[in-house]
């Protein structure tokens, strides 16, 4: 992640920002959220795989390993009170380190506490604030940050942490200074930090994720934003993470700081946030313009906030998912070391990439690849043929629970070993490019599988099987469709360079050419699907889409409008 760099005019306006301490009314409201899940998952910046630190993830349901604002809206519950905000938010989780052991720092109660801001200096609506795009992400803060470089500002600007007792003591990174948080108004250590909410226009881009926002220099509307980030202007996210240290008292004396971030970072200065817009559309714009209930403890539901969207504190902590990545994070001990491979990092200098991992320890929970010969192999069992520009098209036979059959034309099959095509990268307008190609055909045990094309992965559920076969570092489109043959499988799949899937149905699926791009990742002159998308083989090359009229909604999930 990189550091934003502030300037002494935005440093003073943030300043000028500290959480209101009495209960007032302003443009501005707050939402409390359990967790929704404590898993180690990343959509932003490791989509599709599995995230190298635990997160703690708040709001919809719908959360994945590949996620868009279509998902999103499937939701079928939210950890926030406000029903039309199915939005995604996540955090890295905290543990308490003694004696060589590490111990998952519970939540505490409000344990995810959301403030939007959207007002003037005269704390009226800024109207010329807007709601989020849909698809809209970004993130807040630096994950390899050791040290106050003044990237975070001072106490009180984009990041600070708190223990709130009688004590009181605050700083950018941990705190010390103290034996106990409890006692004070409410009691607990809690991060605070906040979103920039000025943008450029741009898409979120994880190879640069602070790259499309920045930060405002004051609160005059557009005004406030720097040159080049005055497409618009959004409500400023601010949120507060709480947790309950206390069953730590005595355990640690005034001049430790026994808590670690679960990214290795033993300072709190590397300590960041993720968001992800689900909310409904207009849903936040309503707000914008007249919601004023401030910290006041008013209800959300009045006519100029949220009405009739509006569920109880019952509801919000029934709201959970089960974690996709099976790995032990220390809910049930303390473990012998951060899950994952997150060594400790203290600085001064910003975290680097470990080196030393063992193998697999960066994925110990996801399935991990069956011991498959890769089709780079001359003694691999399966022989890979290219397809040739001059084989005739072929036309998949689609069935609907609702419709008669569909005609969908996809790119044909051939076992002409020259002239190879990339045949999930058709388009030349499709945004990305590769120079891995999709094999043809794959010579397996029960014949020549041929490829099929590039299918949409609605995900929630899944079109093509409940969850990958496997999911690494060894897989290739070719051993993928290796493994479905031995298992039986009808149809094999492969999607963002390193998942393979297999099953009997693709559901709620449609062609989507040009959309598979990515190589993969057990050999780079291979395509493996895309970012959401499947590149499908059958015996035949041929596909039978199924629609699920219970789940047509899902069937666009990938489809943006930024």
Same mark, same amino acid.
């Given at each position: ?18 959480? /209101? ?9 707050? @939402? ?77 109660? $409000? ?7 959207? #007002? ?31 990237? @975070? ?26 034996? %106990? ?11 605070? @930090?906040?979103?920039?909410?000025? !943008? ?8 640069? /994720?602070?790259?499309?926002? &920045? ?6 509307? @557009? ?18 993470? !709480?947790?309950?240290? %206390? ?18 970072? /033993? ?11 689900? !909310? ?15 910290? +006041? #403890? ?61 193998? #697999?320890?960066? %994925? ?54 020259? &002239?190879?095509?990339? +045949?999930?990268?058709?388009?030349? &307008? &499709? ?7 999709? $094999? ?29 076969? !496997?999911?690494?570092?060894?897989? %290739? ?19 963002? #360079? ?65």
């Amino acid at each position: 992640m990189l550091s934003n760099t502030f300037n002494a005019q935005a440093l003073a306006f943030l300043a000028a920002l500290a959480t /209101p301490a009495l209960a007032q009314h302003g443009a501005y409201f707050t @939402m409390g959220s359990p967790a929704l899940v404590i898993e180690s998952l990343d959509p932003l910046l490791q989509p599709g795989g599995q995230s190298p630190h635990v997160h703690s993830v708040t709001g919809g349901s719908a959360f994945a390993p590949t996620m868009d604002f279509a998902l999103t809206q499937t939701s079928k519950c939210t950890t926030f009170g406000v029903t039309v905000d199915k939005s995604n938010y996540w955090m890295p989780a905290v543990y308490f380190r003694k004696n060589g052991k590490f111990t998952l720092v519970p939540e505490a109660s $409000p344990k995810h506490k959301v403030y939007y801001k959207y #007002g003037k200096g005269d704390n009226t609506p800024d109207l010329e604030r807007s709601e989020f795009p849909q698809g809209f992400r970004m993130m807040a803060g630096d994950s390899n940050l050791r040290s106050d470089d003044g990237s @975070m500002g001072s106490p009180g600007n984009q990041l600070n942490w708190q223990c709130h007792s009688n004590q009181g003591q605050r700083a950018t990174g941990f705190p010390k200074g103290f034996t %106990s948080c409890n006692g004070g108004y409410i009691g607990g250590l809690a991060a605070t @930090m906040r979103f920039p909410s000025c !943008w450029n226009g741009q898409d979120f881009n994880k190879d640069a /994720p602070m790259a499309h926002m &920045s930060y405002p220099t004051n609160q005059d509307g @557009m005004a406030g934003c720097p040159e080049g980030f005055k497409k618009a202007r959004f409500p400023e996210i601010m949120i507060e993470y !709480w947790l309950d240290v %206390s069953q730590f008292d005595g355990q640690y004396s005034a001049d430790e700081v026994p808590w670690v971030l679960s990214n290795g970072d /033993p300072t709190g200065y590397g300590f960041h946030m993720d968001f992800l817009n689900g !909310w409904k559309v207009g849903a936040l714009a309503h707000a914008i313009k007249g919601c004023d209930i401030g910290n +006041t #403890g008013d209800t959300l539901g009045s006519p100029q906030c949220f009405p009739g969207a509006i569920q109880s504190e019952d509801a919000k902590q029934a709201c959970t998912i089960a974690p996709v990545v099976n790995q032990d994070i220390g809910q049930s001990g303390p473990l012998n070391a951060l899950p994952g491979c997150n060594p400790i990092q203290a600085g001064p200098g910003r975290a680097t990439k470990p080196t030393n991992c063992a193998e #697999g320890s960066l %994925s110990p929970g996801l399935p991990v690849a069956p011991p498959i010969a890769s089709s780079k192999s001359s003694s691999s069992a399966s022989t890979v043929e290219a397809a040739t520009a001059t084989t005739a098209g072929n036309v998949v036979q689609t069935t609907s629970a609702v419709s008669s059959p569909i005609e969908i034309p996809v790119k044909p099959s051939s076992t002409a070993p020259s &002239s190879p095509v990339p +045949t999930g990268n058709e388009s030349s &307008s &499709s945004g990305g490019s590769s120079s891995g190609q999709l $094999p043809a055909s794959v010579k397996s045990k029960s014949g020549v599988w041929k490829a099929a094309g590039c299918f949409l992965d609605a995900l929630n559920p899944r079109s093509l099987g409940k969850q990958p076969e !496997w999911w690494g570092s060894q897989i %290739s489109s070719s051993n993928c469709v290796e493994h479905c043959d031995s298992i039986g499988a009808k149809y094999a799949g492969t999607e963002n #360079g390193g998942q393979c899937f297999c099953g009997n149905e693709l559901v709620n699926s449609e062609n989507h050419p040009g959309k598979c791009t990515s190589k993969c990742s057990g050999d780079d002159k291979e395509i493996c699907g895309g970012s959401g998308h499947l590149s499908i083989y059958s015996l035949d090359g041929s596909v039978s889409l199924k629609r699920r009229t219970a789940h047509q909604r899902h069937s666009r999930h990938f489809k943006r409008s930024l």
